[in-house]
């Protein structure tokens, strides 16, 4: 399950309705075989079911904002999730649990959460796509994981056939990971978020944020605070969707951050000698975190090194490739990736991986 949130694109693009994309943060992606809209998560089970009794590939998509399509597009179905709502299953004294819809805007449902007093996903403010999409890959961003928060994911197995819960001890989370992200075996029909009843954020975790807020690292400060900053830092770097700018016609980070053993991260440093240190962060056990974006940059990636067909890095964030153009090849926009892919092991000995979900394509 790619992502959920289905909203064509506004502006320039194809025009064919079942080019996907029409439905893609990217505006990449050839036609789909089948398009079919699910509103509630009963029609997200009878659509697969039908798609599997005509024996036909399925892929759930919505937005598209963490998903690259190749040009070749999808030929079999693509289900379009439109499902909404959240009610509260479980209520405390100092926490609450809301059922989240898989097709729920996901910054509408952020927005919610901190008008309704409840803290835990305010630093996750402005990231596309919708609730479904963000167990996939363990969604995070300034100092939260939403897996510190799930307590459980409700499925659709297509393996056999069956609706039931997966606990969020038993969905394999790490670093932008799931058991989700690489199997076809389970669609996401809602998530369960426990957030705590405070309208004050979590302790700020990550240094640019406190310095925004105007904190020291471990403060909280009211939630609707910690969602504003965010928001501004964010648009900053055009990682909040606009359609009047091509800086955000992204999948946001397409690289996701190197975790190396100790014994490459100290091969790294001899190798990055000449440049000074590279960002780095410790992880759980003997592990560090390379930030992916200093590799690039360093690489001889810059902000808004151009591609081929007007796709480029954006000129505001390392991380993100664009297709600046609107008018690019998918082809266009891996052989990018896998320029700058080579260019960092080549130089550095580390290799990146993409954090998106590829669909029938490949760097």
């Known amino acids: 399950m790619s992502d959920v949130y289905a909203k064509p694109t506004t502006g320039a693009g194809p025009t064919d309705p079942a080019a996907l994309a029409r439905y893609t943060t990217l505006r990449l992606g050839g036609p789909a075989g089948r398009l079919e809209i699910a509103t509630s998560a009963d029609e997200i089970v009878q659509k697969m079911r039908e798609a599997q009794r005509r024996d036909e590939p399925v892929l759930i998509l919505a937005g598209g904002s963490n998903v690259v399509v190749g040009d070749e597009g999808f030929p079999g179905t693509v289900v379009l999730v439109r499902s909404r709502g959240l009610r509260v299953v479980t209520e405390g004294t100092e926490t609450v649990t809301v059922r989240v819809e898989a097709g729920e805007p996901w910054d509408d449902l952020v927005a919610a959460t901190v008008a309704n007093g409840w803290s835990g996903l305010e630093c996750l403010s402005g990231i596309p796509g919708s609730a479904g999409a963000t167990p996939i890959q363990n969604v995070g961003a300034y100092g939260q994981e939403v897996a510190e928060i799930i307590t459980g994911v409700q499925v659709y197995d297509r393996t056999d056939g069956t609706v039931g819960r997966i606990d969020a001890a038993d969905c394999g989370f790490a670093y932008r990971s799931s058991i989700f992200k690489y199997s076809e075996r389970w669609v996401v029909l809602s998530v369960d978020f426990r957030l705590e009843r405070s309208p004050l954020s979590g302790p700020v975790r990550y240094a640019e944020l406190g310095r925004a807020l105007g904190v020291e690292v ?14 501004k830092l964010r648009a900053g770097k055009g990682m909040v969707l606009d359609p009047t700018d091509p800086d955000t016609w992204s999948v946001g980070s397409f690289f996701t951050n190197p975790v190396l053993e100790r014994s490459a991260y100290e091969l790294l440093r001899e190798r990055a000698a000449d440049l000074g240190e590279p960002p780095s962060w410790p992880g759980a056990g003997d592990v560090v975190k390379v930030s992916a974006a200093w590799l690039i940059d360093k690489a001889g990636f810059a902000k808004g090194h151009p591609g081929p067909e007007g796709v480029a890095i954006s ?22 990736a896998r320029d700058i892919r080579d260019a960092v092991h080549d130089r550095f000995g580390v290799t990146l991986h993409p954090e998106p979900v590829l669909i029938n394509c490949a760097i």
């Open 218 to 231: 471990g403060e909280r400060v009211p939630a609707a605070d910690a969602r504003a900053a965010v928001l």
């Open 315 to 336: 000129s505001k964030h390392t991380l993100a490739l664009t297709n600046h153009s609107g008018t690019a090849s998918t082809a266009a926009l891996v052989t990018l």
